[in-house]
């Protein structure tokens, strides 16, 4: 196949995936379901993506922990094409309610929170189960079946309007 005809065909290929129109929410959903939800938390598989795929390790990243009583705490920096520009993953084992439970977060930058919210809705069967406002944060939590667990979604986003877009969506199961 000639050079022009070939490069025309995988102009035209792209440009009929969803990929080439996806945009900043579809992608950060994206990352999210595909990193925490599709599989719900795994401390070993998410810490073996990361070495596979070079990602950063942060030295502190209780922000990104959805439930205080930590145990156990890996997060990574993700480069390259893997996730959104700036994409945090983090990964805990901790307490909560007195069980072991498994958490998966994914921070994501400049995603319309709204947007993104509706979104998750329109693609998993998630409950809205509790709402909570602290300071300059609201915190949503959600019940759901992803992964075929039992899983807590927890959203937490800036409450005011026109404060820079930043959400951390993270999932929650027994250990």
């Excluded at 196949?1 to 025309?8: A, L, N, Q």
């Excluded at 959104?84 to 929170?113: E, H, I, N, W, Y």
Aim: glycine share 6%.
């Amino acid at each position: 196949m000639p050079k022009p005809v070939f490069s025309m065909t995988l102009a035209a290929v792209w440009l009929a995936s969803p990929l080439a129109h996806a945009d900043t929410v579809d992608r950060a959903l994206n990352a999210f379901h595909e990193t925490c939800l599709a599989h719900g938390p795994d401390f070993e598989r998410t810490e073996t993506l990361a070495k596979a795929r070079g990602w950063k390790p942060l030295s502190d990243g209780e922000a990104l922990a959805p439930v205080a009583a930590m145990k156990e705490f890996r997060g990574w920096q993700v480069g390259g094409k893997d996730l959104p520009a700036g994409t945090m993953v983090a990964v805990t084992r901790a307490t909560m309610d007195g069980r072991s439970v498994q958490t998966c977060s994914v921070k994501l930058f400049d995603v319309d929170r709204a947007e993104f919210e509706k979104r998750f809705f329109d693609r998993t069967d998630a409950e809205k189960i509790g709402e909570e406002r602290k300071g300059r944060q609201v915190s949503r939590l959600f019940i759901l079946i992803a992964g075929n667990r039992k899983q807590l979604v927890h959203l937490t986003s800036p409450a005011a309007r026109g404060a820079p877009d930043a959400i951390i969506a993270s999932s929650i199961v027994d250990d």
